[in-house]
């Protein structure tokens, strides 16, 4: 009972923090919501434990390879807004045309997260519930799928992009409860000589492959490049930064809290794996965690549906209007929602964000090589290739 009250406690110092006119009045805090929301979204629910039961004791070092990677693929594009955005390769044929490619697929990959968002969304709505199966998932899915698109069509989505702040401070108010409760437990485990060292699952290139698959976990930091109306550049570029230096935090202080507590047999995986963990933190734990997955996965699935629209219109000189990438957004969210499980979504979605951040590398490489940047060219060339690896080997989690 004392550990619930101090994580609810937690909880609403922290959104209380999060709602004071000082942060909230602050250019930058504004300008790292979208991505910090991205970053820390869906993945946050399903990392910990999917590296915890297939990397064991070695789940902290994949969650670090993961973050080291995403903040270099950050750079690439990070250099493209100074180089690029900046207007300094504007007139390079090759530089343009890559750069309409990495749009269009990113566009493109949005449409993938979308079906993951939601696919999540119906698996943590019912997970609390008497109809906890995949079906019953998966109707909630397509119910949701329903609802967003008639948004889109009928009114746009204005109306509900207001909701962006508010699910990102109820998050991270849960998130801090989280780690509080897991800090408890981690103490509690560390005094009685009961830590665990889980021996890895998966161990070689399988293991490489599944890390491969697990890049969109960290993915969302690149909305940052993408909120230039509102911001300066300077202001996103230390937004980018900030984001992900904050959810790397985050994300580290979890898997290390979370990597040790748990018994080989007390893991069974599953997209709502971290709701059944919980239960042996805390008894509120689960009930947060389901709140905040719901508002989390709602409001990013409305941004990335408003996002690809947006894309395809631009992209397309308006030939193609946002109600016609909506379309196409349902229909291929619900293939995706009928045909694969959750896991194998994830997968799907890392390698379309893979292909974009690929063509950002080579954009990245190209510059640098005109501007006899030889050093950032071969580490942006070297990233491109990683990405090749990412699209071609990635591989999905085993639920089991």
Request: proline fraction near 3%; include cysteine.
């Amino acid at each position: 009972m004392l550990l619930n009250a101090v994580i609810v406690l937690t909880v609403v110092g922290a959104a209380l923090l999060l709602w004071s006119p000082r942060i909230r009045r602050s250019v930058t805090w504004r300008a790292m919501t979208t991505p910090l929301a991205s970053i820390i979204g869906s993945g946050f629910l399903v990392l910990g434990p999917v590296l915890d039961s297939q990397y064991g004791k070695y789940a902290p070092l994949i969650m670090a390879v993961l973050c080291v990677g995403a903040y270099f693929y950050g750079a690439a594009i990070r250099y493209n807004m100074v180089t690029i955005d900046g207007g300094d390769a504007r007139d390079h044929p090759m530089v343009h045309r890559l750069d309409v490619m990495s749009s269009w697929s990113l566009g493109f990959a949005y449409i993938v997260s979308v079906a993951y968002y939601l696919n999540l969304f119906g698996a943590f709505g019912v997970s609390l519930t008497p109809v906890h199966d995949p079906l019953n998932a998966r109707l909630l899915t397509s119910a949701m799928f329903a609802v967003i698109l008639f948004v889109g069509w009928t009114r746009g989505f204005k109306s509900l992009e207001s909701m962006e702040y508010v699910s990102v401070a109820t998050k991270l108010a849960i998130i801090a409860g989280l780690l509080v409760g897991l800090a408890a437990y981690f103490g509690e485990r560390a005094v009685a000589g009961t830590l665990v060292f889980n021996a890895p699952v998966l161990t070689g290139w399988s293991a490489i492959t599944l890390a491969f698959g697990l890049i969109v976990t960290v993915q969302g930091f690149e909305t940052s490049r993408y909120l230039g109306q509102n911001y300066d550049r300077r202001t996103l570029l230390r937004s980018m930064k900030w984001s992900q230096w904050i959810s790397t935090g985050i994300y580290m202080s979890y898997v290390l809290l979370l990597a040790y507590v748990f018994d080989r047999g007390d893991l069974r995986l599953s997209e709502t794996a971290i709701v059944d963990m919980m239960v042996v933190v805390a008894p509120i734990l689960p009930v947060l965690l389901v709140a905040a997955a719901l508002a989390a996965q709602f409001s990013a699935a409305v941004a990335d549906t408003s996002g690809s629209g947006g894309l395809v219109a631009e992209l397309s000189a308006n030939r193609l209007s946002p109600r016609v990438a909506y379309a196409i957004l349902g229909c291929v969210g619900l293939l995706l929602t009928w045909a694969a499980n959750i896991f194998e979504i994830i997968s799907y979605a890392s390698r379309a964000f893979a292909v974009y951040y690929t063509l950002q590398a080579l954009i990245a490489a190209l510059t640098a090589w005109r501007k006899n940047a030889i050093w950032h060219c071969i580490g942006f060339a070297i990233l491109a290739f990683l990405g090749v690896l990412i699209v071609v080997f990635g591989q999905p989690v085993e639920a089991g």
